[in-house]
């Protein structure tokens, strides 16, 4: 996956972030096991654009970047 990629992937998980934080747009609320779950998708995705990032400042292949456990990536101290 280039960064081209994952950009588009983190903007889908955006919206549909949104799309659940909306609701129906009749007042429901949110499913929150899928909010979370995207939620947490969205964090792996976002650790993994900096990881290549990283890798393309220092010289190294990006793709040799790996998406990390979600333990670890909702582990971290912002």
Same mark, same amino acid.
């Given at each position: 996956? &280039?960064?081209?990629?994952?950009?588009?992937?983190?903007?889908?998980? %955006? @919206? @549909? @972030?949104?799309?659940?934080?909306?609701?129906a747009g009749d007042?429901?609320?949110?499913?929150?096991?899928r909010l979370q779950? %995207?939620?947490?998708?969205?964090?792996?995705?976002?650790d993994l654009l900096?990881?290549?990032?990283?890798?393309?400042?220092?010289?190294? &292949?990006? &793709?040799?970047?790996?998406?990390?456990? %979600?333990?670890? %990536?909702?582990?971290?101290?912002?």
């Amino acid at each position: 996956m &280039n960064d081209e990629d994952l950009l588009a992937r983190i903007q889908a998980l %955006v @919206e @549909e @972030e949104h799309t659940l934080r909306d609701g129906a747009g009749d007042g429901q609320a949110p499913d929150q096991d899928r909010l979370q779950q %995207v939620e947490e998708r969205l964090d792996q995705a976002w650790d993994l654009l900096r990881q290549r990032r990283a890798k393309a400042e220092s010289g190294e &292949n990006p &793709n040799e970047a790996e998406p990390r456990p %979600v333990s670890e %990536v909702e582990g971290y101290k912002q």
